[in-house]
């Protein structure tokens, strides 16, 4: 399947519909969330949230869910950034003021409208998609690797997941040259930001490896169930270590 984190690539012309304006975090999350039981271990619930009725039964709810996460988490995380990244994105996901009722309103609508552009980007990339199915050119066979037959629609998803990530980069680089400068007044302190991201990096992936060795993972499979783990295991790192580091920031300028 293609990347996860590729999958917020195909929300970037949806940030407007019409009169309405769709809440970016709503929508980056809304295009990760079928995906996001994999990284738990459930196949069987994450195949069910990319269909029709998964989108509303599972990935709406979970969605909001981890949408709820992070904005009660949020304060913490940013300030684990390195600037400029810090202030920009603070910013940009700060609340709009927005009368709530219509806030929630435009919330689902972005998670709802998130969803959908996953599957359908997956319709076409992953061997069950319906596109894949009813399109035979999809399936024709293009190489053989390893012993391994290579079709179409797996170029499609590879290449889709180098070009959906490089427009994310692209994106952002260029959103973020338009941000107000702004100058890290704390060298010190960003340093050991860095250094926090960097370990949590590499205790994710080092964690991962040992937990698919102690199940018995290996072959093919492996590069897979590394990324989910490492994946999961960062974003727990990420949280746990944003928390303590803002409470001992906030005890080292209380006891200053």
Not at 89 to 100: F, K, L, N
Not at 162 to 183: F, K, S
């Given at each position: 399947?293609p990347?996860?984190?590729?999958?917020?690539?195909?929300?970037?012309?949806?940030?407007?519909i019409?009169?309405?304006?769709?809440?970016?975090?709503?929508?980056?999350?809304?295009?990760?969330?079928?995906?996001?039981?994999?990284?738990?271990?459930?196949?069987?619930?994450?195949?069910?949230?990319?269909?029709?009725?998964?989108?509303?039964?599972?990935?709406?709810?979970?969605?909001?869910?981890?949408?709820?996460?992070?904005?009660?988490?949020r304060?913490?995380?940013?300030?684990?950034?390195?600037?400029?990244?810090?202030?920009?994105?603070?910013?940009?996901?700060?609340?709009?003021?927005?009368?709530?009722s219509?806030?929630?309103?435009?919330?689902?609508?972005?998670?709802?409208?998130?969803?959908?552009?996953?599957?359908?980007?997956?319709?076409?990339?992953?061997?069950?998609?319906?596109?894949?199915?009813?399109?035979?050119?999809?399936?024709?066979?293009?190489?053989?690797?390893?012993?391994?037959?290579?079709?179409?629609?797996?170029?499609?998803?590879?290449?889709?997941?180098?070009?959906?990530?490089?427009?994310?980069?692209?994106?952002?680089?260029?959103?973020?040259?338009?941000?107000p400068?702004?100058?890290?007044?704390?060298?010190?302190?960003?340093?050991?930001?860095?250094?926090?991201?960097?370990?949590?990096?590499?205790?994710?992936?080092?964690?991962?490896?040992l937990?698919?060795?102690?199940?018995?993972?290996?072959?093919?499979?492996?590069?897979?169930?590394?990324?989910?783990?490492?994946?999961?295991?960062?974003?727990?790192?990420?949280?746990?270590?944003?928390?303590?580091?803002?409470?001992?920031?906030?005890?080292?300028?209380?006891?200053?």
């Amino acid at each position: 399947m293609p990347w996860t984190f590729a999958h917020p690539a195909a929300i970037l012309p949806l940030r407007r519909i019409g009169p309405l304006r769709l809440p970016m975090g709503a929508l980056v999350v809304g295009s990760i969330s079928p995906d996001i039981f994999y990284y738990f271990g459930i196949f069987s619930v994450a195949t069910f949230a990319h269909t029709t009725a998964g989108i509303f039964m599972v990935c709406l709810p979970v969605g909001a869910a981890c949408l709820a996460l992070f904005y009660l988490v949020r304060g913490p995380v940013l300030n684990l950034l390195p600037q400029p990244h810090r202030d920009a994105i603070q910013r940009a996901t700060s609340h709009d003021g927005q009368h709530r009722s219509r806030a929630y309103l435009l919330q689902a609508a972005g998670l709802v409208a998130g969803a959908a552009t996953h599957t359908i980007w997956d319709a076409f990339t992953h061997v069950t998609g319906y596109a894949v199915q009813s399109i035979a050119i999809l399936r024709i066979p293009v190489a053989r690797i390893a012993g391994h037959e290579l079709y179409l629609f797996h170029i499609l998803q590879h290449a889709s997941t180098v070009l959906g990530v490089a427009i994310l980069i692209g994106v952002y680089t260029h959103w973020l040259r338009r941000q107000p400068t702004v100058l890290a007044t704390q060298p010190g302190a960003e340093r050991i930001r860095l250094t926090i991201l960097a370990g949590c990096g590499v205790l994710a992936v080092v964690m991962a490896f040992l937990i698919s060795f102690a199940t018995g993972v290996s072959g093919s499979s492996l590069v897979f169930r590394v990324a989910i783990y490492a994946t999961s295991t960062f974003g727990i790192c990420i949280i746990a270590a944003a928390l303590i580091y803002r409470a001992c920031s906030d005890l080292l300028s209380k006891s200053g």
